[in-house]
């Protein structure tokens, strides 16, 4: 271990071989016979939840990047994910916030609806994301597993590699299309859609409701 850190400097790649697999991680052996480790973390961008072994074979030959070398602890800390693009950063170069794209739906849950996308990276739309007129849970139904969709970028995460996505965005919010059409002292027509102890709700338009307090229905 002595002269390691001059041997082995943190963020170069060096070439090595598996040299064993356990549940945590995978150990690879370097020049001069000392072994570093990849830790289940760093071994693959997205797939986070697989044994190393599903990975990596014993005998491998990889290329790893050195993230810390503490020669008294006797420990070399390495990366295999680090020697590709991070994909994250990738998609967020090729596809920036405001940009639409395809997916497929790979899972609808209770919270929203997770899209597969490039680079084997999923997106998220919740569910108040998916339509301007319908309720959560009725606009969810419409849509099923396996189902090509298009999508916009809402925002991207690199710090927790999470991409928010919408569908509703893809269109103008149509309240905002029909509130642009009135100002403030103009003379509409509506239809009476409810009415309660406190007013009376009314229909603008197919986009906008208002509601009339009782005490504004009449001198």
């Given at each position: 271990?002595?002269?390691?850190e001059e041997r082995f400097v943190v963020g170069q790649r060096y070439k090595g071989k598996v040299s064993n697999i356990t549940d945590y991680g995978a150990f690879v052996e370097l020049e001069g016979s000392l072994e570093g480790l990849i830790y289940v973390t760093e071994l693959s961008w997205t797939k986070k939840n697989l044994h190393p072994n599903k990975i990596?074979?014993?005998?491998?030959?990889?290329?790893?990047?050195?993230?810390?070398?503490?020669?008294?602890?006797?420990?070399?800390?390495?990366?295999?994910?680090?020697?590709?693009?991070?994909?994250?950063?990738?998609?967020?170069?090729?596809?920036?916030?405001?940009?639409?794209?395809?997916?497929?739906?790979?899972?609808?849950?209770?919270?929203?609806?997770?899209?597969?996308?490039?680079?084997?990276?999923?997106?998220?739309?919740?569910?108040?994301?998916?339509?301007?007129?319908?309720?959560?849970?009725?606009?969810?139904?419409?849509?099923?597993?396996?189902?090509?969709?298009?999508?916009?970028?809402?925002?991207?995460?690199?710090?927790?590699?999470?991409?928010?996505?919408?569908?509703?965005?893809?269109?103008?919010?149509?309240?905002?299309?029909?509130?642009?059409?009135?100002?403030?002292?103009?003379?509409?027509?509506?239809?009476?859609?409810?009415?309660?102890?406190?007013?009376?709700?009314?229909?603008?338009?197919?986009?906008?409701?208002?509601?009339?307090?009782?005490?504004?229905?009449?001198?």
């Amino acid at each position: 271990w002595k002269g390691a850190e001059e041997r082995f400097v943190v963020g170069q790649r060096y070439k090595g071989k598996v040299s064993n697999i356990t549940d945590y991680g995978a150990f690879v052996e370097l020049e001069g016979s000392l072994e570093g480790l990849i830790y289940v973390t760093e071994l693959s961008w997205t797939k986070k939840n697989l044994h190393p072994n599903k990975i990596l074979n014993l005998g491998d030959e990889v290329e790893v990047v050195v993230l810390e070398v503490e020669p008294t602890k006797r420990r070399i800390s390495l990366g295999l994910k680090q020697c590709t693009a991070n994909p994250w950063e990738t998609f967020m170069a090729k596809y920036p916030d405001g940009s639409v794209v395809e997916g497929t739906i790979k899972n609808i849950t209770e919270f929203g609806i997770f899209v597969g996308l490039d680079e084997e990276l999923d997106g998220m739309v919740h569910l108040n994301d998916i339509s301007w007129d319908k309720s959560p849970e009725a606009a969810a139904a419409e849509l099923s597993k396996g189902q090509t969709i298009k999508v916009k970028v809402l925002g991207i995460d690199l710090e927790k590699e999470r991409i928010t996505l919408g569908i509703k965005q893809i269109e103008n919010d149509p309240f905002k299309e029909s509130l642009s059409k009135y100002k403030k002292g103009d003379v509409v027509t509506c239809s009476v859609s409810k009415i309660d102890d406190k007013g009376i709700e009314v229909k603008v338009d197919d986009a906008m409701s208002g509601y009339i307090k009782k005490g504004d229905l009449s001198r």
